[in-house]
């Protein structure tokens, strides 16, 4: 069974920054690639950020050059630096791992809870 934990959602000013955490625990053998969605109300869930095993990160056009994601790969984590925040970046953030959970199975994509994140003044 393969859990993905989010955390550092909450309210912050526009301009402000916050960090998300996404920590993989379970039946690990390989994480392909880990990442972070987003889905503001009545709209399409969207790609944040991802970063796969080898380091390639690929970025939303909408937060280019504002957001940084990086992982601690010992503790199964990725991280996702928000800075510049803007009121059209609220929305909830999932975390998304592809996961492989042991030699003898494929990959499967995995999702986090969610975590709220609000910009407003």
């Known amino acids: 069974q393969v859990q993905l934990v989010e955390s550092g959602g909450g309210l912050v000013q526009p301009g402000g920054s916050l960090r998300l955490s996404c920590t993989t625990s379970?039946?690990?053998?390989?994480?392909?690639?880990m990442g972070w969605y987003r889905q503001a109300p009545g709209k399409q869930r969207e790609l944040v950020a991802a970063l796969t095993s080898g380091g390639t990160t690929n970025y939303g056009d909408s937060v280019k050059g504002r957001f940084t994601i990086s992982s601690d790969n010992a503790k199964n984590t990725v991280y996702l630096q928000m800075n510049s925040l803007k009121p059209e970046d609220t929305a909830v953030y999932y975390c998304?791992?592809?996961?492989?959970?042991?030699?003898?199975?494929?990959?499967?994509?995995?999702w986090g809870q969610g975590t709220q994140v609000t910009v407003s003044s």
């Open positions: 998304n791992a592809i996961i492989q959970p042991s030699r003898s199975l494929p990959t499967y994509k995995y």
């Open positions: 379970g039946s690990i053998f390989i994480i392909n690639t």
